[in-house]
T-cell receptor, first 112, second 115 residues
Framework: DADVTQTPRNRITKTGKRIMLECSQT?????MYWYRQDPGLGLRLIYY???????NKGEISDGYSVSRQAQAKFSLSLESAIPNQTALYFC???????????FGEGSRLTVL | KQEVTQIPAALSVPEGENLVLNCSFT??????LQWFRQDPGKGLTSLLL?????REQTSGRLNASLDKSSGRSTLYIAASQPGDSATYLC??????????????FGKGTKLSVIP
């Protein structure tokens, strides 16, 4: 089983719908992140959390919210999806001591 | 603001060739640098992590070097195989410790190894 698991892996939805992407990890890391990847733009940070009570905005947080339900779970929500949120979304964790980053397999979201 | 550049954007080599992928960064005050591999539509797999105090790291046929003063890292792949075909990304973590959230990614080099 993957150390960082994302669900769903693929989702097609319509403009205005609420969407939640979920992430769970078995690495025991307290640091978790949500990124989006777009062709030509690379990876951009949406939100990050360094423990259950810590939530921070990244560079592109508008239109997104997150919830850290437990050390192992970090979910990303789109309250009202729009087409330019079509992208590949990644959850990641990092090791406190080394800073090494570990990614999930990604969630491909298409907003029509 | 840190900028990370990977040149070339794409590279095609025949099987068996040794090759070097480049990563350059503008601010030498880094905590570490990490190389990843990404297959199409998949997640990023960590290949090698080099801390700022290290000069190189090796894993199998892969060797990554770091020269902070010149703002460069290279990923050397020996005896390339078709299975090495993927996009390779580097990411630099700013020098405020392992807890820093500030990672800057390059846009990657897409490698194709031709049988």
């Amino acid at each position: 089983d993957a150390d960082v698991t994302q669900t769903p892996r693929n989702r097609i939805t319509k403009t205005g719908k609420r969407i939640m992407l979920e992430c769970s990890q078995t690495k025991g890391h307290d640091r978790m992140y949500w990124y989006r990847q777009d062709p030509g733009l690379g990876l951009r940070l949406i939100y990050y959390s360094f423990d259950v009570k810590d939530i921070n905005k990244g560079e592109i947080s508008d239109g997104y919210s997150v919830s850290r339900q437990a050390q192992a779970k970090f979910s990303l929500s789109l309250e009202s999806a729009i087409p330019n949120q079509t992208a590949l979304y990644f959850c990641a964790t990092s090791d406190r001591a080394t800073g090494e980053l570990f990614f999930g397999e990604g969630s491909r979201l298409t907003v029509l | 603001k840190q900028e990370v550049t990977q040149i070339p954007a794409a590279l095609s080599v025949p099987e068996g060739e040794n090759l070097v992928l480049n990563c350059s960064f503008t601010d030498s005050a880094i905590y570490n640098l990490q190389w990843f591999r990404q297959d199409p539509g998949k997640g990023l797999t960590s290949l090698l992590l080099i801390q700022s105090s290290q000069r190189e790291q090796t894993s199998g046929r892969l060797n990554a070097s770091l020269d902070k003063s010149s703002g460069r890292s290279t990923l050397y792949i020996a005896a390339s195989q078709p299975g090495d075909s993927a996009t390779y990304l580097c990411a630099v973590r700013e020098d405020s410790g392992a807890g820093s959230y500030q990672l800057t990614f390059g846009k990657g080099t897409k490698l194709s190894v031709i049988p």
